[in-house]
């Protein structure tokens, strides 16, 4: 018995499905039809579905008039003489790096990536985690080898972070709509790559819409959203994401206007399907569906459950043989499932799953990428490029001839501290503490002592560490939070609140032992490092230290970017992706999803660091702002430009902000919304014209039912290196420069 090339190919790439039951049984089924094990017809007369010449429409209706109805549900079915082979889609986590899949580079999480402000490095991030995937996705086509990474790639998530205390901030770009966009927008584009051909992975975005906790009510909360707020905030990001190429769209647990995310047919419909064109396919959270009909009793049972998420909008519920229960009671009609099938098969088109071996060069990425020396370098740019420098009053970079170095906290030699959560691993972890010894070198002493953990108060009540601290030339205090404290529901094991923080402030016992430390420094520079995933209110340890930086979780590399900027081989150009609040009274209620009261756009308490914020070792000016017009029709754009000049003594970068505010509005408006950022790099005393572009689209308003409109009036554009707060200038940041222009 001959058997052709492509049979061959199709038993050896016939791997085991997915090791997620249930939800993504479906969705891994990436089909490769053949008929019997006769020998393959020659290429003139294969079906149209292997012809990777043709459109992948009509690939997808060809395979499509193939199968049998229970085949396209999912379920097992010869009795169309189609034998359904399968090389598995899968499924990779790669919030910051390929996650839970072993070795893999460590990037910051992704909050600090979106404290770059860096688009450009951003999508170079996304080629290279994408690198990662395929390399280890390609494994499992070998004999023996099971497949490690899947190229259905979870992320960007685009959630807006309206308060601080949710624990997955981390993985969020921040509390924008517009930073939070261009930032997924650069991840997807890297990961897809530049074959327009074939993606290199299918990104799905997540969690689409309404959603940014309380984890510990995730699966059955209510979040009450306006179509104002839902269109202004929670669903740009999402939008910019879908323009970028990601096919796939994950459905959050929670209600949204007391409708399940998973089966809203508001969003997965209207908002997706007619208002967008989406063309991908919608799979819900992990436990979305269970949670129709487990957490709130909505459903009879999970066969309801299922039918009510396809005819809410669902492509992909999981699970052959409820859908079958479903369409049997007449819950689902046809035609969801027609289109259930229809969608995710394209995608699978789209990767060339169908196609002959090595048709894409992505077949072939080698695994020597994964941690490889490249990657590694991106990971400490990335690192160095994410800390934000938020007080420095002349102690940083350290004096070449401080000699003793008292590196103190619980942030310090904890490796959970460059990780955060959804995370990767490799043998190269560089904890903050060992980059600064490394980079200090023999000549001069560091010494290391906890001092105090960052979960608990201290139970021996003697404290060597702060009576020791005046013995040294400098103190560095690396304190804050870790993955064990904060993140998504049942990662962090040592949290109290099912991974939401109660409390932005520091625990007390950190900001007792850094009182302490300032206590006994005879003088000498305090600087403060802190770590974690959001907001981290310090106002009295702002006053004690000398110099203040925000280090998030950043990543494998994140010691040796550290040690950088501490002894100025690096300079920092961190900005601020969230408001940080001077205290948890300043926030709303939790449980409250209106954005008045939230983020810099609608905040009216004066902030501690306020968004966009973030200092330099060098100085920068701005002047001659210019405009190309002070009255503009109603749909035609104004240029906006303005100079930027290097003020310090050595050479920096600074990231040139656009805001724009609508003067008079006849509903509630943002007092100011970031439309653009870019980087200039300036040598001591360079200047550079810098120009944005205001559309037509940036000066839209979003009125109570959710309707966007440019409505006649006079609008204000800023350009400067943070918000236009009075708070930025008061910490540093250069005053902004602004002008006016009228709507006819």
């Not at 994408?130 to 070998?142: I, L, N, Q, W």
Request: net charge neutral.
């Amino acid at each position: 018995m001959s058997f052709s090339p492509m049979i061959r190919r199709s038993l050896r790439i016939c791997k085991d499905g997915p090791r997620r039951p249930g939800l993504l049984r479906a969705l891994c089924l990436c089909w490769l039809c053949i008929s019997g094990v006769q020998e393959a017809p020659a290429a003139a007369d294969q079906p149209l579905y292997l012809n990777p010449d043709a459109p992948v429409n009509e690939r997808v209706a060809d395979l499509m008039s193939r199968l049998t109805f229970k085949q396209k549900m999912g379920l097992r079915d010869s009795s169309s003489g189609i034998q359904l082979r399968g090389r598995g889609l899968g499924w990779s986590e790669t919030v910051h790096g390929l996650g839970r899949h072993g070795m893999a580079t460590v990037f910051p999480q992704a909050i600090g990536l979106a404290a770059t402000f860096d688009v450009d490095l951003m999508e170079k991030i996304g080629a290279a985690i994408s690198d990662e995937v395929r390399a280890k996705y390609a494994m499992g086509d070998e004999p023996g080898k099971r497949r490690e990474a899947g190229l259905l790639c979870a992320a960007p998530v685009v959630n807006i972070v309206r308060d601080p205390r949710w624990g997955r901030a981390q993985e969020t770009y921040g509390e924008d709509p517009v930073l939070s966009g261009l930032m997924g927008q650069a991840y997807t584009r890297g990961m897809l790559g530049a074959d327009p051909k074939h993606p290199k992975v299918v990104i799905c975005v997540k969690h689409f819409a309404a959603h940014s906790g309380p984890e510990a009510l995730r699966k059955k909360f209510n979040a009450i959203v306006s179509l104002k707020d839902l269109h202004e905030t929670y669903l740009p990001a999402f939008k910019m994401v879908i323009d970028a190429g990601a096919d796939c769209i994950m459905a959050s647990y929670n209600l949204v206007n007391g409708v399940h995310a998973c089966a809203n047919p508001y969003l997965l419909k209207e908002v997706l399907r007619n208002q967008w064109g989406f063309r991908g396919y919608v799979i819900p959270d992990g436990g979305g569906i269970n949670a129709i009909w487990k957490e709130d009793s909505v459903a009879k049972d999970r066969a309801e459950a299922v039918g009510m998420a396809m005819h809410g909008g669902m492509d992909d519920p999981g699970g052959g043989e409820d859908l079958a229960e479903a369409y049997k009671r007449g819950i689902v009609s046809e035609e969801d499932i027609e289109r259930s099938c229809r969608n995710r098969l394209r995608s699978q088109f789209l990767l060339g799953l169908f196609d002959p071996p090595e048709s894409s060069h992505y077949d072939s990425v080698p695994l020597s990428v994964v941690g490889c020396d490249k990657h590694v370098a991106l990971a400490r740019e990335a690192a160095v490029r994410s800390v934000v420098l938020l007080k420095n009053n002349g102690v940083l970079p350290l004096d070449p001839k401080t000699h003793s170095i008292y590196v103190v906290g619980p942030s310090a030699a904890d490796i959970n501290v460059l990780l955060g959560n959804y995370n990767g691993i490799n043998g190269r972890l560089k904890t903050i503490v060992e980059g600064i010894v490394e980079r200090a070198g023999p000549t001069r002493i560091v010494n290391y002592d906890m001092g105090v953990p960052g979960d608990r108060p201290r139970v021996n009540k003697y404290d060597f560490v702060s009576s020791h601290a005046g013995h040294n030339d400098a103190v560095i205090a690396v304190m804050g939070f870790n993955s064990m404290v904060e993140g998504e529901e049942f990662d962090p094991i040592l949290s109290d609140n099912v991974g939401d923080r109660k409390e932005i402030e520091l625990p007390a016992w950190q900001r007792e032992f850094v009182d302490s430390l300032r206590a006994n420094t005879r003088g000498h520079p305090l600087i403060l490092i802190v770590t974690g995933g959001s907001a981290v209110a310090i106002p009295e340890l702002h006053e004690l230290a000398d110099a203040v930086m925000y280090a998030w979780y950043p990543g494998q590399e994140g010691g040796t970017a550290i040690a950088d900027i501490l002894f100025g081989d690096a300079n920092p150009s961190g900005r601020l992706p969230i408001t940080v609040p001077r205290s948890t009274k300043d926030l709303p209620d939790f449980l409250d999803y209106s954005m008045v009261g939230r983020t810099y756009r609608y905040a009216t308490k004066a902030p501690l660091y306020p968004f966009g914020f973030g200092l330099s070792y060098a100085s920068f000016a701005y002047d001659s702002l210019k405009l190309d017009k002070r009255s503009a029709k109603h749909g035609s754009t104004v240029n906006v430009r303005a100079t930027v000049k290097n003020t310090g003594k050595r050479a920096g970068e600074e990231v040139v902000q656009l805001y724009l505010s609508d003067l008079k509005t006849s509903v509630r408006a943002p007092r100011f919304e970031l439309k653009g950022f870019t980087r200039v790099a300036l040598e001591p005393g360079q200047s550079r014209e810098v120009m944005f572009t205001v559309t037509p689209r940036m000066m839209e308003l979003v009125d109570n039912e959710g309707k966007q409109s440019v409505e006649p009036g006079q609008f204000r554009v800023y350009v400067g290196g943070a918000c236009p707060d009075e708070r930025s200038v008061a910490l540093g940041a250069p005053r902004p420069v602004g002008g006016e222009f009228a709507v006819r």
